[in-house]
């Protein structure tokens, strides 16, 4: 892993294009390409990060050889649902990275290891508890959710009967129109969680509100994982029915999906990922999200999620303070939003300048969106990857800077 203080600690693990070469030229080419402009851009991109070496290690193991079909063994039972042979170990292994996360999240909920991305886990969860057809009450992708959550050229908005709940005038998820829709629509389930959303979500009003209009209530906590598990994001468990996330974003582990579920859910959870939803499981990767628990559990990874948070804050601050708009006013977790409606060129036409740049951030709706979702008004902004790399609250600032002078000079 490339850091601030050494862009060039690398090892096989990561540099590794050389080797491929030898077989691959193309392939190796392209990869040593990507592997620059990781190295050298300034990564921004809120739903990116770097994992560690033992992470890569593992997810470009001998495990990628193996299929596991199934379940492994339940320790009260000695049984395997497994439709393959040879699972001994991978069995062992799925069972430790199962007990890993419980841990890192202090729960007693079952837990799905085996969705390959965060979609999957919510179409899996979906699944577990819903019909088609069944109405879902969440926050829509203008207002900070996710595709996952009922966009209509999604597979959420195309089987669930969507409603969604707003944001107050000053971006904040407003709980008395949840629960206003709540009563309204009578929804199976009450979805939070979102992918631009900067401030704490109130878990336990949620919950409320469920119980009140008797629906189930899911927590797609992708973004704040991380967060979670560093102390500086309230947790869902012990409020939420259901709990969804992915490994790859703030918790800096290898892309894949989690499901955690109420213990008289498990059946239902796991028969909704296989052999519902997907096939064999990608135990080389299962590894990869056993090592990230493993990391998530170490006290330095606490000061790394607390360190996170104080950068976004300062960054966003430093904004704030250059005169740009910031949907919420500021930010209490890892992501903020620029919200660019006044100015005479699109959230897109700033990331491609900014990528010229060496710097790499996302274009993202914003609420009141008047642009289409391939232009949009605003550009989302992350903390966790540089946070990786040993950035601190005045890099940012700096960074900060570097963004206000090409806005400066778009504007000429």
Excluded at 97 to 111: A, I, L, N, Q, S
Excluded at 189 to 201: E, N, Q, V
Excluded at 247 to 258: E, V
Excluded at 363 to 380: D, F, Y
Aim: a negative charge; charged letters at 25%.
């Amino acid at each position: 892993m490339f850091t601030k203080d050494n862009q060039d600690n690398s090892t096989y693990n990561v540099d590794n294009f050389a080797f491929i070469k030898k077989f691959s030229p193309v392939v190796g080419d392209l990869i040593e390409k990507e592997y620059n402009r990781q190295k050298n851009n300034i990564e921004l991109i809120a739903s990116e990060n770097y994992c560690s070496e033992a992470v890569l290690a593992a997810c470009g193991s001998c495990l990628s050889w193996k299929y596991a079909e199934g379940y492994p063994y339940v320790r009260t039972s000695g049984n395997t649902s497994r439709y393959y042979g040879g699972t001994t170990f991978v069995d062992e292994l799925e069972e430790y990275c199962c007990d890993k996360w419980r841990e890192v999240f202090h729960t007693d909920y079952h837990v799905n290891v085996q969705p390959h991305s965060g979609s999957q886990a919510n179409f899996a969860a979906y699944k577990a508890i819903l019909q088609p057809g069944d109405t879902i009450l969440s926050l829509s992708l203008d207002n900070g959710g996710h595709l996952t959550h009922g966009s209509s050229v999604n597979f959420s908005g195309k089987l669930y009967n969507m409603a969604f709940y707003d944001v107050d005038e000053k971006g904040y998820i407003d709980m008395e129109d949840v629960r206003k829709k709540a009563m309204e629509h009578k929804p199976q389930l009450i979805l939070t969680g979102a992918s631009a959303y900067s401030r704490i979500i109130d878990f336990k009003a949620f919950a409320e509100i469920a119980r009140e209009v008797g629906a189930y209530f899911m927590v797609d906590m992708a973004h704040i994982a991380g967060l979670v598990a560093g102390e500086q994001h309230p947790s869902p468990f012990g409020y939420a029915d259901i709990i969804t996330t992915t490994t790859h974003k703030t918790l800096r582990g290898p892309r894949g999906g989690l499901i955690f579920g109420r213990k008289e859910l498990a059946k239902k959870i796991d028969s909704a990922v296989f052999p519902y939803a997907q096939g064999g499981p990608l135990e080389h990767i299962i590894a990869g999200k056993a090592i990230c628990a493993e990391e998530a559990l170490r006290p330095e990874y606490k000061e790394y999620a607390r360190q996170v948070v104080s950068n976004c804050k300062a960054f966003c601050d430093e904004f704030l303070r250059l005169g740009y708009k910031v949907v919420t006013g500021g930010t209490d977790n890892h992501v903020f939003l620029l919200d660019l409606s006044g100015y005479p060129f699109s959230g897109r036409e700033l990331q491609e300048r900014l990528d010229e740049e060496g710097i790499t951030l996302n274009k993202n709706c914003v609420p009141g969106e008047t642009r289409s979702p391939k232009e949009t008004s605003g550009v989302r902004i992350g903390t966790a990857p540089m946070t990786t790399r040993g950035y601190k609250e005045e890099d940012f600032r700096q960074v900060a800077h570097r963004i206000d002078s090409i806005i400066k000079d778009m504007m000429k």
